[in-house]
């Protein structure tokens, strides 16, 4: 019997199930509640009642995607006596900006790719450099020369984190007492041969003039002709020496638009298309560098194309992890929790989303095939062969692309060695990374990365999906990347607001998950998992809208929640004990800490009343026509020992600058203050606080969730809140207070 190269293993969750059923019960029962005494209750009772029915309609999305829970386990050591060879892969890498993502980040993520534990001579590794700058130019090119002796270093002591920015941190110390004395020597030499390497990418950030090309002479950042090097080309095919290095800058013109990083995937996918041409397509962020050095054969296990059941896999996305995490993770952005139980429950229905970075695709669903479409039926044949003007139609006027096209979906030498001579191609290259080659041809639309999102990741695999394509989640016991997660609050507004305008401005696409369920392939219940993130930013109303509920109540004497002394009263009771015991446990099966948990809780609430908010308008605007959305670099942390500012003793406190998407919160704080001392005044002129005991335990509760923005409030400097934005809440509590006693 054939051994297996991975299998599916389906979680038992009973426990989960019964759960969920029963929150969703007693959400039912509130809104039953709320609809029988609607009309003896004024505004708030409403508010209330449409808020709730929202929360009802997302717990329903957040079963069904949570309901079939798949784990898959890969058998890498199986692959040798499945095949004869491994597929070749192209592996790419995207860069913006030489300061939000310095470039010693981008070289330890290349020097990860090179050093992988895959046939050198099966390897392209593509850098996509949007911010055509000669700084990162010169880095590339001095991790080429520390990438000669740190890949055989690697292989010859088969070393596991092969980012030399983790390898030599102080927790990777080699024991003198237990290490060879050569081993010593060689580890020593590595790490000066690393730190010279690293002094020299300093030296020339800090003087930019020392760093003279003649390629980049007269280039302008967003106005500069194709600029492709080939750095290193493994002309010989060695499979144990350093794979192809390739160094990208497309075109940039001010009158013709680049679709951002989805621009750059497609240029890359591109260029690799006329140079290389392998059957497999890695992309990781500049900053997602190797954390397990066998996760390409991971993905292998889910990828070759020998059993009709892995024929239907598009694409294998590997979880984002992060390295060097805060302590309880004080900004709630590890996402260890939602893509534990989220992403492993898209796992038992269609696959996970894709999402941006550590993700090993097809060539050929990329380039539009669809499962019924496979090598098998041959539809790129000699024998049924579209016509060239159809094709160029495509893929475009370049004659080798279209030919590596056809070889590409037609399955044609999918074992075959990467090219050798890949410098003569560089021609071709520039040519399909001219900033017109797109028009006229379906890049972005139904070819490569799609236009029109500034999430383009989870549109792209929206539309594979339509198809009928599944995807897996690769989770070996090693994550296969780890990436730098945002350490700033103020970073992570603008990352998640950025996220939250992406994910609704693709229900106005042609790439509506409602659409593609209908006319297309996709499952009904994957369409609902798509829901659920695409409307984060719709969440935004009634989260605001139910957090300033208590507050308002206290302001105007009346009431949302029932009566201490009505019995009704449980319902909401058991609802807050069982949720937040529910949510609780998941954490705590992570290993997770309470504060974790808390911290998480805390946080979701914050960015869903800020930056989703702001989502919401960046959308809103758009359709209404009076400003485009605009793809926002999210900047990362240099920290070339593993410690940098996630070590730092402040990390982990809150900072705040005089952007809008801090004043939500602001004005929440401000009036659940003032809602508390009128609610307190109340009580002790009359003496009976239990009519609104609920509404002054959820003002707490509120008021502890912005603990934050408390402390902004009492502080100065850049932990503190400006007073511009004090200013901006303090108008619009003014005026929530004011029609408060008015009505």
């Known amino acids: 019997m054939s051994p297996r190269l991975y299998e599916e293993i389906r979680r038992k969750n009973t426990l989960q199930r019964l759960t969920d059923l029963t929150i969703f019960f007693l959400l039912l029962s509130l809104l039953a509640y709320r609809l029988r005494f609607l009309d003896n209750h004024g505004l708030p009772w409403f508010l209330a009642f449409l808020c709730e029915s929202w929360f009802t309609f997302l717990w329903v999305i957040i079963m069904n995607t949570k309901w079939s829970p798949v784990v898959h386990k890969t058998y890498p050591q199986h692959l040798q006596k499945k095949m004869d060879e491994l597929p070749p892969m192209d592996m790419f890498v995207t860069t913006a900006d030489p300061v939000l993502e310095p470039p010693i980040i981008t070289v330890n993520t290349v020097l990860s790719l090179l050093a992988i534990d ?339 990741d989870v549109q792209t695999g929206l539309r594979i999906q339509s198809k009928g394509w599944r995807s897996v989640y690769s989770t070996p016991k090693t994550p296969g990347f780890l990436g730098c997660a945002p350490s700033s609050l103020t970073v992570i507004m603008v990352q998640q607001a950025r996220w939250t305008t992406g994910l609704l401005e693709i229900l106005f696409t042609n790439n509506n998950p409602m659409l593609v369920t209908i006319f297309g392939n996709l499952r009904f219940r994957q369409f609902l998992a798509y829901l659920y993130c695409n409307t984060w930013a719709m969440r935004s109303l009634p989260e605001l809208c139910y957090n300033a509920l208590p507050a308002y109540c206290l302001l105007s004497n009346t009431s949302f929640l029932p009566s201490i002394t009505d019995p009704a009263i449980l319902i909401p009771t058991s609802l807050l004990v069982i949720y937040n015991t529910y949510t609780l446990s998941e954490f705590l099966r992570t290993g997770l800490s309470v504060r974790a948990w808390w911290n998480t809780q805390r946080m979701s609430r914050i960015v869903t009343t800020s930056a989703w908010l702001f989502g919401l308008a960046n959308v809103a605007l758009k359709l209404l026509g009076l400003s485009e959305t605009v793809f926002h670099v999210t900047p990362k942390d240099r920290d070339e020992h593993g410690e940098g500012a996630h070590g730092a003793a402040n990390a982990s406190r809150f900072t705040f600058d005089e952007s809008p998407v801090f004043v939500p919160g602001t004005a929440l704080v401000m009036l659940h203050v003032i809602g508390l001392v009128v609610g307190i005044s109340r009580w002790v002129r009359n003496g009976d606080l239990t009519a609104w005991i609920g509404e002054v335990v959820c003002c707490v509760w509120v008021v502890a969730s912005f603990m934050p923005f408390v402390k902004g409030l009492v502080r100065k400097g850049k932990y503190g809140v400006p007073w511009s934005v004090v200013g901006k809440a303090g108008v619009l509590v003014g005026l929530l207070v004011n029609y408060s006693y008015i009505s």
């Not at 010593?184 to 090309?213: D, F, G």
């Open 118 to 456: 895959y046939p050198a001579n099966k390897l392209a590794c593509y850098v996509s450099d949007d911010g055509a700058s000669p700084i990162t130019f010169y880095s590339l090119t001095e991790a080429l020369k520390f990438a000669k002796i740190w890949i055989p270093y690697c292989k010859k002591h088969n070393v596991q984190v092969r980012a030399p920015f983790r390898y030599f941190t102080s927790e990777n110390q080699p024991q003198s007492n237990i290490a060879s004395s050569e081993f010593l020597q060689e580890w020593t030499h590595m790490k000066n041969e690393y730190k010279l390497l690293v002094q020299n990418i300093e030296a020339v950030e800090r003087n930019p003039s020392s760093c003279t090309y003649e390629f980049f002479s007269k280039v302008e950042k967003s106005n500069h002709p194709t600029i492709i090097k080939v750095l290193w080309e493994n002309k010989e095919g060695l499979a144990d020496g350093v794979p192809h290095l390739v160094y990208v800058s497309r075109e940039k013109h001010p009158k013709y638009p680049h679709h951002f990083k989805a621009g750059a995937l497609n240029v890359l996918g591109r260029v690799s298309g006329v140079m290389t041409n392998a059957p497999v397509m890695l992309n990781v962020d500049c900053d997602m560098f190797v954390n397990n050095p066998q996760i390409a054969l991971h993905a292998m296990c889910f990828l070759v194309d020998n059993e009709n059941k892995e024929r239907d896999i598009a694409y294998v996305q590997c979880p984002q992890v992060f390295y060097g995490g805060l302590k309880d993770d004080p900004f709630g952005n590890q996402m260890i929790v939602l893509q534990e139980y989220l992403g492993r429950g898209m796992g038992g229905i269609q696959g996970p989303f894709y999402s941006g970075t550590g993700c090993f695709h097809r060539r050929k669903v990329i380039y539009g095939l669809s499962p019924n479409e496979t090598t098998e039926t041959k539809v790129f044949s000699s024998s049924n062969v579209k016509s060239v003007e159809e094709l160029k139609n495509t893929f475009g006027h370049s004659t080798k692309l279209v030919e590596s096209a056809v070889k590409a979906l037609s399955g044609i030498n999918e074992s075959s060695s990467s090219l050798s001579d890949i410098t003569s191609s560089i021609e071709e290259a520039i040519q399909v990374a001219g900033a017109t080659y797109e028009f006229n041809t379906q890049w972005g639309n139904k070819v490569g990365c799609m236009y029109g999102s500034t999430t383009e």
